[in-house]
């Protein structure tokens, strides 16, 4: 039984990063004037997005983007100075101006060319750029007659092509080239094999007495049973203009429901006739034309969007790189925290090569209140190895590596919050170290939550391994060799007042001797940090990935080596030996004469505070004698002595 065929309208999808390019265009090339501009639009088959013709930061390219399963629309975009302008439009002007325009390009033949001229559109909007406030109305202009029928209910294709007929159809379609695949179409030849086919060759096919069957086909953006997609109403007029008859007669059509071998089966055919008495389209009663979207409203007239919450720079900026980390949260991770590392403020002695990939994995990470300490300045052998630093920043003896390491976290991200402290850290057996700097180093740990140890030196890494301990603040230590890395989570005090050590060890906690000035009277290769280039990035990605996960557990600092988090396995440390490409997790308990993390240490500075730094400051030799050290190593010369005797004994009586 034949029926009125009704379209299923197109709904417009706006991606944020649309309006992102299209305020920028405004305010950076368009200015004052209203000047149409081509965009691209896409939809697609039901399965991937039914109904939807949707534009995003592409739509302003020279080109479409070429995706298999995604069609191309061909529109205009017009933005109004004011909202007085844009609500004053003559909207019936306008779809009539553009509606003829598609008529035009069917006279001409240029749809035949360029096929997805027929996925025609217009949106006319209004940017309140101060607010990001977003008023926009899409039209996809048709003509409003002829009226057309559908003789009974469409079929579905599975009743009219076999399964390895579709699987040609499938794979002809996706050979076509991309503005022609919206609307070509279908030749099953006598030997019922099946030939896909561009819209320009459709048509010259049907003046063939040749034996075979023709279909006309689009990619369809409908769902419904009965009601194809609003792509058909443009064509249609193509078929009536090139070939009259055929609509008289009637005509099959493929309704492409889906563009591969799964989907392809709720595609359905469509038999469609030319109501009798419509009038032809060049008629004067023929010449207006339909196509306004409804609103949200369900009635005709603008939608509206208020992006104040991503289109402000720093907010979408904070939006996108939060994107990634919440993604986690759908499937993967579930139970991850993004909360506490948002939240916690971090400390980097360091500013080098380790520190500025650290930094950048923090920011990875969602970690943006970050602090560099560093008394250095940008050599001219730094950018290429630090990633944080330009050419620009040696010039002139060098910017500051802390502040210039700041700086730059800045301009990668305006929503950092970070801060360069210009500081040389006291040092054991340096008598040049100074007090104040101690003290600054001292409240620095105090006011941050976290600690990475990444200076170059051993020495350098003493105190504030003391004062995380003392404070009881996480501290991660990231060390290099020529071809070899360590990574190295210190073990916080049981008790906060040091009572009791720690439960693992920290980075000094293996060494039997207090350390010295690894500086003095060394060549220009000792001096410098010399590894293969790989190793730091491969260390600083360690040492953050072990705070993360140190930060997941419920224990956070105080997890033992043993358990595990969301993300897994919480090591104490992470040795790694890049020539062989191994890497070993080995764990050591604290030592109960470890010269910066015992509890003779910890009580020895609360109890004498500077006096106690300033002495070991001029002599190292004081933390062995504090922890007992000195006698242990005594005791070890005795043992030797005897042991030597006793040979010398049992020589003497042979």
Not at 596 to 615: H, I, T
């Amino acid at each position: 039984m034949a029926s009125n065929l009704l379209f299923s309208p197109f709904v417009s999808s706006i991606e944020p990063s649309f309006w992102h390019k299209a305020a920028q265009l405004k305010l950076e090339t368009d200015m004052l004037q209203e000047v149409p501009r081509s965009v691209w639009g896409y939809y697609s088959s039901p399965d991937v997005q039914p109904f939807s013709l949707s534009v995003d930061y592409s739509a302003f390219n020279v080109d479409p983007e070429n995706e298999s399963n995604r069609q191309i629309a061909c529109g205009v975009y017009l933005n109004k100075n004011t909202i007085e302008s844009f609500k004053a439009c003559d909207k019936k002007e306008l779809l009539k101006t553009y509606g003829e325009e598609l008529l035009k390009n069917v006279h001409s033949g240029a749809v035949l060319d360029n096929p997805s001229l027929l996925s025609s559109f217009f949106v006319l909007t209004f940017a309140d750029l101060k607010k990001f406030n977003f008023y926009y109305w899409f039209a996809f202009p048709s003509p409003a007659l002829p009226a057309y029928r559908n003789h009974g209910k469409p079929d579905n294709l599975p009743e009219i092509l076999s399964d390895s007929q579709m699987r040609s159809l499938v794979n002809g379609h996706s050979v076509l080239p991309k503005r022609q695949r919206g609307f070509f179409g279908v030749k099953v030849n006598d030997t019922d094999s099946v030939e896909v086919i561009t819209l320009k060759q459709y048509l010259d096919l049907t003046k063939s007495n040749e034996d075979f069957k023709l279909y006309l086909g689009f990619v369809d953006s409908s769902s419904y049973p009965e009601s194809p997609g609003w792509p058909l109403r443009n064509l249609l007029i193509v078929i009536k203009h090139y070939c009259p008859s055929l609509l008289e007669k009637g005509i099959d059509v493929i309704a492409l429901r889906g563009v591969n071998i799964h989907s392809v089966v709720n595609s359905l055919v469509f038999q469609i006739k030319l109501q009798e008495s419509s009038p032809k389209i060049t008629d004067d009663s023929a010449s207006s034309f339909v196509g306004w979207e409804k609103n949200n409203r369900g009635k005709y007239g603008p939608k509206f969007v208020d992006l104040s919450g991503i289109m402000d720079p720093t907010k979408l900026a904070e939006r996108a790189v939060s994107l990634n980390l919440k993604l986690m949260k759908w499937r993967l991770l579930p139970s991850l925290d993004l909360d506490v590392l948002k939240s916690i403020k971090v400390l980097l002695l360091g500013a080098g090569t380790l520190g500025c990939a650290v930094a950048r994995n923090l920011m990875a990470w969602g970690i943006h209140r970050i602090t560099f300490v560093d008394s250095g300045r940008v050599s001219y052998s730094n950018p290429v190895r630090q990633s944080l630093f330009l050419h620009k920043h040696c010039a002139d003896k060098g910017e500051l590596k802390a502040k210039a390491a700041a700086n730059a976290l800045v301009e990668i991200y305006p929503g950092s919050e970070s801060e360069g402290i210009e500081l040389s850290i006291p040092m054991p057996n340096h008598t040049t170290s100074d007090l104040k700097s101690a003290e600054v180093l001292d409240s620095l740990i105090s006011s941050h939550d976290v600690v990475f140890l990444l200076t170059d030196s051993r020495e350098s890494r003493w105190l504030p391994t003391l004062l995380a301990a003392g404070k009881r603040k996480i501290a991660i230590t990231a060390a290099l060799g020529f071809d070899s890395y360590l990574v190295l989570r210190h073990g916080i005090p049981l008790e906060a007042d040091g009572e009791g050590g720690a439960k693992l060890g920290c980075y000094f906690c293996n060494d039997i001797t207090a350390p010295g000035n690894s500086q003095a009277d060394r060549t220009l290769d000792q001096q410098c940090t010399v590894t293969r280039p790989g190793v730091s990035s491969i260390a600083a990605s360690l040492a953050v990935e072990l705070l993360v996960s140190l930060l997941q557990h419920p224990l956070k600092g105080c997890a033992d080596s043993k358990e595990d988090c969301c993300l897994g396995f919480v090591p104490h440390s992470i040795r790694g030996f890049l020539a062989q490409f191994q890497q070993m997790l080995p764990s050591t308990p604290a030592f109960s004469q470890c010269i910066a993390c015992s509890p003779a240490v910890l009580q020895e500075y609360r109890k004498r505070g500077n006096d106690f730094l300033q002495e070991v400051f001029k002599n190292s030799k004081h933390l062995e004698e504090l922890t007992g050290l000195t006698q242990l190593h005594s005791k070890t010369e005795e043992a030797d002595i005897w042991e030597y005797s006793d040979e010398e004994a049992a020589g003497d009586s042979t």
